[in-house]
C-alpha cells in the first residue's frame, strides 16, 4: 500500500523567507508519480508539478523548486522568497499502480505574513 | 477553456434524502474520480474510472455510487446521506493514468 506523510500541519513565514515543506512517501513499486498541488484561500486545487521515479533531476520554476531523493523517498518543495499569495495548503501525492490512483498526504498550511 | 464543472457548489440537505453530484468534463480524459476532503485527513478516494463503464472503489466508497456512461460525465450518488458524509468533494479528471488530475471546483456538503 502507498502512504504519503507530510509531517507539518502548518507552517507561519515572513514575506520573503524561504520555506521547504517537507513530504515522504512510501510505496513498493519502482514504477510511480509525484505530484504538488496547491490549494489556496478560495478551495480549488492547482497542479504545480508531477515527477517520475526515474527522473531524480531537481526542477526549478520561478520561486519554486524540488528536491527528489529516492533513497531517502522525499520529495521536498521549496519557495524561495515567499509572498502573500503564497499563502495556501500544499498537498504532495503519490501515483502508482494498475489503477493509477492518487495518494494524497494530509497537506501542510502555509501562512505568509507582511 | 478546459475545465471540470461540478454540480451543485453547494448543498445543505437531511439524513437519508438521496442526491446527485454532477461532475462533467470538457477535455476527453479517460480517467475520472472523485475525492473527499477532510481536516486533517487531506484528500481520500471514494471511486474512480478509467474509462466508459469502467469503475472501481477507492479507499472510502461506503456510503456511494458512481456512473460512467459517457465520457464527459461522472456523478456520484449519495442514496442515503448520512452526517458523517459531510465534507468537501471534489471531482476530477485525467487524460490517462499518471497524468496530471484537474480538478473541479469543489462541493461543500452538509448533511443534518
Known amino acids: 500500500a502507498q502512504k504519503v506523510t507530510q509531517a507539518q500541519t502548518e507552517i507561519s513565514v515572513v514575506e520573503k523567507e524561504d520555506v521547504t515543506l517537507d513530504c515522504v512517501y512510501e510505496?513498493?513499486?519502482?514504477?510511480?508519480?509525484l505530484f504538488w498541488y496547491k490549494q489556496p484561500p478560495s478551495g480549488e486545487l492547482v497542479f504545480l508539478i508531477r515527477?517520475?521515479?526515474?527522473?531524480?533531476q531537481n526542477e526549478i520554476s520561478g520561486r519554486y523548486s524540488w528536491n527528489f531523493q529516492k533513497s531517502t523517498s522525499s520529495f521536498n518543495f521549496t519557495i524561495t522568497a515567499s509572498q502573500v499569495v503564497d499563502s495556501a495548503v500544499y498537498f504532495c501525492?503519490?501515483?502508482?499502480?494498475?489503477?493509477?490512483?492518487?495518494?494524497f498526504g494530509t497537506g501542510t498550511r502555509l501562512q505568509v505574513t507582511l | 477553456e478546459a475545465q471540470v464543472t461540478q454540480n451543485p457548489r453547494y448543498l445543505i440537505t437531511v439524513t437519508g434524502k438521496k442526491l446527485t453530484v454532477t461532475c462533467s468534463q470538457n477535455?476527453?480524459?479517460?480517467?475520472m474520480s472523485w475525492y473527499r476532503q477532510d481536516p486533517g485527513l487531506g484528500l481520500r478516494q471514494i471511486y474512480y474510472?478509467?474509462?466508459?463503464?469502467?469503475?472501481d472503489k477507492g479507499d472510502v466508497p461506503e456510503g456511494y455510487k458512481v456512473s460512467r456512461k459517457e465520457k464527459r460525465n461522472f456523478p456520484l450518488i449519495l442514496e442515503s446521506p448520512s452526517p458523517n458524509q459531510t465534507s468537501l468533494y471534489f471531482c476530477?479528471?485525467?487524460?490517462?493514468?499518471?497524468?496530471?488530475?484537474?480538478f473541479g471546483q469543489g462541493t461543500r456538503l452538509t448533511v443534518v
Open positions: 476530477a479528471s485525467s487524460f490517462v493514468k499518471f497524468t496530471e488530475a484537474f
Open positions: 510505496t513498493r513499486d519502482t514504477t510511480y508519480y
Open positions: 515527477r517520475n521515479s526515474f527522473d531524480e
Open positions: 501525492a503519490l501515483s502508482t499502480g494498475t489503477a493509477s490512483k492518487l495518494t
Open positions: 477535455m476527453n480524459h479517460e480517467y
Open positions: 474510472s478509467m474509462n466508459v463503464e469502467v469503475t
